[in-house]
């Protein structure tokens, strides 16, 4: 249990110490990724009707 404590603590610290070097300016405007996350969604969207339709045509077939 301690052991776990010590642990935690020092990964707090490690990553503190890492994190603080980091460049605070994103390299790719917020915009652009907004735009990508919306593309990849609306694929799996049509991905999962399209996969719908075709369970529903291949139950009709079977029943």
């Known amino acids: ?3 776990t404590a010590i642990f935690m603590m020092v990964m707090a ?3 503190m110490f890492v ?6 300016a994103p390299k790719v405007p917020v915009k652009q990724i907004g735009k990508a996350v919306g ?5 799996l ?3 999962g ?3 719908e339709i075709y369970r ?5 077939r079977s029943g």
Do not use: E, Y
């Open 1 to 3: 249990m301690k052991f």
């Open 13 to 15: 610290l490690l990553a």
């Open 19 to 24: 994190g603080s070097h980091a460049n605070p």
């Open 39 to 43: 593309k990849g969604i609306g694929v």
């Open 45 to 47: 969207g049509a991905a």
């Open 49 to 51: 009707t399209a996969h």
């Open 56 to 60: 529903n045509i291949k139950d009709r």
